[in-house]
């Protein structure tokens, strides 16, 4: 089993809203408050795009231009989950959602490059 699952995803009207958690395996062991964590999303036939990073304290985020002001990044290093709050969902956000764990200390990057621990993804579908 993969060390990250990720959740929450389906399928929603435009305009709607999800929230996608990213949570440890517990079989696992996985520990995530020693990670960043990003979520990145890839449609068919494009590239897998970083949506959003959240540094290990929660401290600092950062956002692709085309979710800024719709999509929340938070965590709870408590309960091991990290959530994407994705508010006012437009077609476009239509995509498998992963999430990825980074060894930082530093602040996140919504670059891929560095994240080695990932998910299997959420299909998150906006249609009418």
């Known amino acids: 089993q993969l060390p990250l699952v990720e959740s929450g995803g389906g399928k929603v009207q435009p305009g709607g809203s999800l929230r996608l958690s990213c949570a440890a395996s517990?079989?696992?062991?996985?520990?995530?408050?020693?990670?960043?964590i990003g979520w990145f999303r890839q449609a068919p036939g494009k590239e897998r795009e970083g949506v959003s990073c959240?540094?290990?304290?929660?401290?600092?985020?950062d956002y692709a231009d085309s979710v800024m002001g719709r999509f929340t990044i938070s965590r709870d290093n408590t309960k091991n989950t990290v959530y994407l709050q994705m508010n006012t969902l437009k077609p476009e956000d239509t995509a498998v959602y992963y999430c990825?764990?980074?060894?930082?200390?530093?602040?996140?990057?919504?670059?891929?490059?560095?994240?080695?621990?990932w998910g299997r993804g959420t299909q998150v579908t906006v249609s009418s």
């Open positions: 990825a764990a980074q060894r930082t200390d530093s602040s996140c990057s919504r670059n891929r490059i560095g994240y080695n621990v």
């Open positions: 959240i540094s290990r304290s929660g401290g600092s985020t």
């Open positions: 517990a079989a696992s062991g996985f520990t995530l408050d020693y990670f960043a």
